[in-house]
């Protein structure tokens, strides 16, 4: 549950950008990690002897800002885990999210000719390719996480924890679900629960469960992943709040969704339904709700901090007129 | 590796038409537990609530023959495994199936109207709700294969070691891979080697892992699952060109592939390339193999026995006059 306060959380946030944590430093390095893993996996697939593979990458390195997975990242060096441990889960909470891209741009979706100013996946490769492709990376994600070179590492019931975890986020009670809704909702008249519903299931529960899944790598007890878990629920409706105020006021967002036009399309989003100054309100409330969220883990959650605020940060800059 | 041989199959298929076992009798037996448990999996999601639930259950629950699951349960009896144990493994390979025939039949791949005489699920829910009930029954696959009940009757590196070989089998490397290879294909002079090619991943990869996965929860020794795997690989080339064969003698198939027209499309089928009788001489060759590789099962493989019996029968007998 994601509880509705109206505390300002400039405070909070202003104190924290104070820090000397380079969070665009820590971005580049994790976002560099993941890309070579990435790498990694996927050369086991000739790049060049299929349009399949061609599509595939393209969708995987395609200019993302790797978010989902650095949260995987940095919640489990919060439990002290190893990258090596840690990265073969965060490519896999990537390859979900280039999937779910590659599906939403379709025509059957969006329709989406632009993602990130480059021509979406079924422009290049037409609409078959990309769909196989975005099955592909789903599939490949349960594929990577199920390789036996995991089980060194930690017990094979914690893996499957974490494949059962990441499936249910992803798929019809999550993800494929908020992605339902919201094809539903178009051009219809929707509720503040309704949007907010969308929200976390299209965008929030992936973010939710690329954190709880580095924490849970980790070893995180109870307390410890519910704790985080809450800071993963403020972050991912955040988020989404996020890319749809700047997508409002007319700039291109710091996250991925926001190219997509979602205003020209009658779309369900935070700010229509109950306008900008409250939307700013409630993404400076969620922003000090992921710094409560992260108090039990003092300086170790720096990094998670420096990404709550960097998320909101922009988006209630761009609201600075109203 | 499949062996090309030129000898008849007709007398083992023979032998094996005249024994008792009743096909028929256990294949409505074997349906009727699938889908009882397939509903059981699918009923935590309301049915009416939402417009994907529905698209999920008509893709599902919509006349197929269970073949793949039926395989599962068959190949895991010659074993010993119980039908629960056995059950949410089959119910994952039927839903991968499903999704698989929902997104082949959607515009930017196959764009067919009707399957088995009904709607495509596009055509009643829209393109991207069927987009969406694809995506979703992939993922819910993986959600049933890593639940905790499951954990009860088998190690969990067993269950790991098999989503991770199911994944690799409906993966870039198997169907999705094979159904990129057949929409290149479209419209090209293709040789026999692409042909099985395109069969053996789009088809086959599926089939085989059906059949392998239930004999590793049957806990099959080293040399048990490398014959069981012959059987499959055979049996999974004998279901593609069988349903060619139907497919080009104008008849109705008794597999669920064979009403998408292939043969209106230019696709890649074995009848075109090496002609009905070749075709028809490669799948009694085909059964022939199947019944040599379950030789090691004596009577407990009946089924198995009896299923590759029947899928060659019908597409043979069609070739009576040729």
Redesign the interface.
């Known amino acids: 549950m994601i509880h509705c306060e109206n505390n300002s959380a400039a405070t909070s946030m202003e104190s924290n950008l104070a820090s000397p944590f380079d969070l665009n430093a820590y971005l580049r390095r994790q976002s560099s990690a993941i890309d070579e893993a990435l790498e990694s996996h996927l050369k086991k ?1 000739p790049a060049e002897s ?4 061609r599509a ?1 990458r393209y969708g995987v390195f395609s200019g993302g800002k790797r978010i989902r997975p650095i949260l995987t990242l940095a919640a489990g060096e919060i439990f002290g885990a190893k990258p090596k441990i840690l990265l073969p889960f965060a490519c896999a909470v990537e390859m979900i999210h280039a999937y779910s891209l590659i ?1 939403d741009d ?4 969006d329709n989406d000719d632009l993602r990130r100013g480059k021509p979406t996946a ?1 422009k290049v490769f ?7 492709a ?3 990376l ?3 994600a ?2 990577v ?4 070179d995991l ?1 060194g590492a930690m ?3 914690m ?3 974490v ?2 975890e990441l ?2 986020a ?4 999550g993800l ?2 908020g ?3 919201d ?2 909702a178009e051009n219809q008249e929707v509720d503040l629960a309704t949007v907010e519903l969308i929200h976390v299931r299209k965008t929030g529960a992936l973010i939710l469960a690329s954190v709880r899944i580095g924490a849970q790598v980790g070893g995180a007890r109870a307390e410890e992943l519910s704790a985080i878990s809450h800071y993963g629920e403020y972050l991912g409706l955040a988020f989404q709040i996020a890319d749809d105020v700047l997508d409002a006021q007319g700039e291109t967002a710091t996250s991925e969704g926001a190219e997509s036009g979602h205003h020209e399309k009658n779309k369900a989003t935070y700010p229509a339904v109950v306008g900008i100054v409250q939307a700013r309100e409630r993404l400076m409330e969620l922003s000090r709700l992921c710094f409560d969220a992260l108090a039990p883990f003092g300086p170790k959650a720096v990094a998670l901090r420096a990404i709550a605020g960097h998320v909101s940060e922009r988006a209630i800059k761009s609201t600075q007129n109203h």
């Open positions: 697939y299929q349009t399949l593979f595939l599906h379709l025509p059957a979706l079924h037409g609409d078959g390719m990309a769909l196989l975005g099955d592909g789903l599939t490949e349960f594929h996480l199920s390789a036996p089980l017990p094979a019931a893996v499957l924890q494949i059962h499936s249910q992803v798929g019809v009670l494929v679900g992605q339902a809704f094809l539903e």
